[in-house]
């Protein structure tokens, strides 16, 4: 889980803040969670490993929505995330104000810089460094619909 003071996290995020267009990215409850179990594990208070912690928010969820996601497998697609826990020190619930491309809104994100390094959407390269990719949102293959069984 840990090299180089990296963890590799493999989530899919199912919370509902995508039903709500001014507040998309207002909730990071992965990270939340992933800092809180980081934290018991510091305090000598183990809630659960980080093992556990990233099942929790990857195949437990999948397994429950009943869709073929949240596991690495040969064969499938890869939507990983690569964290780097040392950012968790951060206040998490820190909220800001972002422009909306193309709505002319504000809308309510979380912003946490340090943490969350690349990210892997269908095996496509989404964030790269800390840094949105031009491609993401403009090409597509980065999603698909997902059915449940």
């Given amino acids: 889980m840990y090299a180089d003071g990296i963890d590799v996290v493999f989530f899919e995020e199912f919370s509902d803040a ?7 990215a ?3 409850l992965p990270l939340r969670m992933l ?7 510091e305090e000598g ?7 556990q912690a990233v099942h929790r928010l990857t195949g437990d969820q999948a ?11 040969e064969g499938d697609r890869a939507d ?6 040392s950012g ?4 998490l619930e820190q909220v800001h104000w972002g422009e ?13 810089p340090g943490i969350v390094k690349t990210v892997l959407i269908n095996g496509k390269l989404a964030l790269d460094d800390e840094q949105l990719v031009p491609e993401f949102g403009r090409e597509m293959g980065y999603g698909r619909f997902i059915p449940a069984r």
């Fill in 63 to 73: 397994d429950w929505f009943g869709i073929d996601a949240g596991k690495i497998r």
């Fill in 35 to 41: 800092k809180l179990v980081q934290e018991s594990i």
């Fill in 80 to 85: 990983v995330v690569v964290l780097d826990p």
């Fill in 100 to 112: 909306m491309e193309n709505f002319g809104l504000q809308r309510l994100v979380n912003r946490n």
């Fill in 88 to 91: 968790f020190g951060q206040n």
């Fill in 26 to 28: 207002f909730y990071n």
């Fill in 45 to 51: 208070s183990l809630v659960m490993t980080m093992e």
């Fill in 18 to 24: 995508g039903a709500h267009i001014r507040n998309m």
